[in-house]
């Protein structure tokens, strides 16, 4: 395993991830400036050693912050973040996107007075977009599936935690799902 290949998990200090999506990873070099500055807890490490001429150190897998990090209650208005919040699916049809092929629609267009806010603007996929053209959702017949509105820091989390990253190192798992509901059936 190449050492670029190994970043940290990093959770607060609560033990959960920063972040689900993306996830929040910090690189290798990252996490043992943070050590040695006394920034953090090591709870996991990998099979892999570091040296210098005086010291070796294995490298941390998973790492906690010693003090907690209070999230925002009320995310940043961006492109992603409204992608996560519509889970990658254009309003309109449904359909799940990469996200190249996703574009913002504003429910009411800007050239009839609407507003590039969270409660005007869904995830369209560039079909849908193009349909729906400069017109209002009655004028088309083209609704948003979910009536759009500004989603709260834990909800984007959540839907985070339904598109799991293209790797997942062992030691991280424990601390990515720890506090998912259990099916019972």
């Given at each position: 395993?190449?050492?670029?290949?190994?970043?940290?998990?990093?959770?607060?200090?609560?033990?959960?991830?920063?972040?689900?999506?993306?996830?929040?990873?910090?690189?290798?070099?990252?996490?043992?400036?943070?050590?040695?500055?006394?920034?953090?807890?090591?709870?996991?490490?990998?099979?892999?050693?570091?040296?210098?001429?005086?010291?070796?150190?294995?490298?941390?897998?998973?790492?906690?912050?010693?003090?907690?990090?209070?999230?925002?209650?009320?995310?940043?208005?961006?492109?992603?973040?409204?992608?996560?919040?519509?889970?990658?699916?254009?309003?309109?049809?449904?359909?799940?996107?990469?996200?190249?092929?996703?574009?913002?629609?504003?429910?009411?267009?800007?050239?009839?007075?609407?507003?590039?806010?969270?409660?005007?603007?869904?995830t369209a996929c560039g079909t849908c977009n193009l349909?729906?053209?400069?017109?209002?959702?009655?004028?088309c017949g083209m609704w948003p599936r979910v009536r759009?509105?500004?989603?709260?820091?834990?909800?984007?989390?959540?839907?985070?935690?339904?598109?799991?990253?293209?790797?997942?190192?062992?030691?991280?798992?424990?601390?990515?799902?720890?506090?998912?509901?259990?099916?019972?059936?």
């Amino acid at each position: 395993m190449s050492i670029e290949a190994c970043p940290a998990l990093v959770l607060n200090a609560d033990y959960r991830p920063l972040s689900y999506y993306p996830l929040s990873l910090w690189s290798w070099q990252d996490a043992v400036k943070a050590v040695f500055l006394d920034r953090v807890n090591i709870v996991s490490e990998y099979d892999r050693v570091i040296r210098s001429p005086n010291f070796e150190m294995r490298l941390p897998s998973v790492i906690s912050l010693k003090e907690y990090v209070q999230t925002e209650r009320r995310p940043a208005f961006t492109r992603f973040n409204v992608f996560l919040r519509d889970r990658f699916h254009c309003q309109y049809c449904g359909e799940p996107f990469p996200t190249h092929e996703l574009t913002f629609d504003h429910v009411v267009p800007r050239s009839r007075g609407g507003r590039t806010n969270w409660s005007n603007v869904v995830t369209a996929c560039g079909t849908c977009n193009l349909l729906k053209g400069d017109r209002l959702p009655v004028e088309c017949g083209m609704w948003p599936r979910v009536r759009p509105a500004q989603p709260n820091t834990h909800q984007l989390q959540e839907h985070g935690r339904s598109f799991p990253p293209n790797y997942l190192h062992g030691s991280w798992r424990d601390f990515l799902y720890w506090d998912s509901e259990l099916d019972t059936g």
